[in-house]
């Protein structure tokens, strides 16, 4: 099984995730945070991978803490259940419509963090969640899996829809490079043969 479970203790957050990558795409959720939830849910679910994660932090400060260490914490266990990356596809992407919305994800885990962001979203707040807080949970993510990520809300309308389709789109990429490739067998996928 290809799993891992990760710590992260700071005076603004105390944040714990437990990633399954060959689960069954349940969820264990308590952050504080009600959408940011909703949206872990749909890695969860979409990713096929079991997700737990547990964090307390500042909320009387904001919500920035907290999103930005849950994403900080799971890069760095899913970092550590993928291992060396031996056997994996590596690469994936995915486009994932909801309604008017139209978002693309494509990631490689490559061992070079990079974030390429192209979404804008039509308002500011869903409910009382803060979207900009969206683009600092996967830029954690990505400093902390090593991995290089591209996301682009193609078109969108509400708000909500445009973030969910960010979350799936990026679940299913996420799924597709860490799945087993039986033709590689446990070799590197790398010309370098490291990542």
Known sequence: MRTAE???RTRETQVRVRVNLDGRGEA???TGLPFFEHMLEQVARHGALDLEVEAGGDLHVDAHHTVEDVGITFGQALARALGDKAGIARFGHAY???DEALSRAVIDFSGRPGLFWNVKFTRALVG???VD???EFFQ???NHAQATLH???LRGENAHHQCETVFKAFARALRMAAAPDPRT???VPSTKGVL
């Open 151 to 153: 996301v682009d809300n």
């Open 28 to 30: 264990k959720l308590a």
């Open 96 to 98: 994932v419509p909801l």
């Open 185 to 187: 067998g446990h070799s």
């Open 128 to 130: 009382d969640f803060d």
């Open 133 to 135: 807080l969206v683009r």
């Open 6 to 8: 990760v710590e992260r």
């Open 140 to 142: 954690g993510f990505v």
